[in-house]
């Protein structure tokens, strides 16, 4: 944690497996450094990250009703990545790489199930996909997918945005930058044809993207803003 956090780190992951002391040792480290910390871990040690203080867990999620307890009793935020697993499960034939017991009790329907008690114990969760090699290629839908998820289980379709915004802007201690539109913000900016408040496909009819205050999609074209050269020395005399 003191190496990554000298090479300019800002926030600190850790995943399975570690040791109880192993995981007490890098949260402690990190919050004492100021940094959050997230955790890509399976089973039983999801719980011991959870008691170990971990701001956030990532991708896998909780399977027992303890677990959900103590992550919503301590504050523990959550970014489930549902979606992902359903793509996996299609593309290695129902399995996970191969093992349909890799992360136990692993399944569509027992995943959604999961995030649905999630959302019961009240634990805070953002949007995110954790596509892996070339699967950026399939976006926006498994974004939407993912999006769609969370209608599945309670979200209406303004707050499963909110959920994407605002939410996740929080999660990445970047509320203040990111999230909303306010004045003093990034202009960060997704403008589509449609209606997704409504309908969560429309997300894809992307008309206009401002980010960071640069137009780079207009008229749903790639743009490529007009170069700003920066000051060159002045010519030797």
């Known amino acids: 944690v003191r190496d990554l956090f000298a090479r300019g780190a800002d926030v600190i992951k850790i995943a399975s497996h570690f040791s109880r002391d192993e995981g007490k040792a890098a949260v402690d480290e990190a919050h004492a450094l100021g940094l959050k910390v997230t955790c890509d871990c399976e089973t039983f040690y999801i719980q011991w990250a959870v008691e170990a203080g971990v701001d956030m867990i990532e991708h896998p999620l909780p399977r027992s009703d303890e677990t959900i307890r103590l992550m919503a009793e301590k504050g ?18 129902g399995g996970y790489f191969g093992s349909t017991s890799r992360r136990f009790h692993f399944g569509d329907s027992l995943n959604v199930d999961v995030m649905r008690r999630m959302k019961a114990a009240g634990i805070k969760m953002g949007v995110g996909t954790d596509l892996i090699v070339d699967w950026f290629r399939s976006l926006p839908h498994p974004y939407i997918n993912e999006l769609k998820y969370f209608t599945q289980v309670g979200y209406s379709i303004p707050e499963a945005l909110v959920a994407a915004t605002r939410t996740s802007a929080e999660l990445l201690d970047m509320e203040d930058k990111l999230g909303t539109l306010q004045p003093g913000k990034l202009a960060d900016v997704l403008v589509v044809n449609g209606r997704p408040d409504e309908s969560l496909d429309d997300l894809a009819k992307v008309d206009l993207v401002i980010r960071d205050g640069w137009i780079v999609v207009e008229g749903g074209r790639v743009v490529v803003p007009r170069h700003q050269p920066t000051d060159a020395p002045p010519i030797w005399r």
């Open 76 to 93: 523990t935020e959550a970014d489930p990545t549902v979606y992902v697993y359903t793509y996996f499960f299609g593309r290695f034939g």
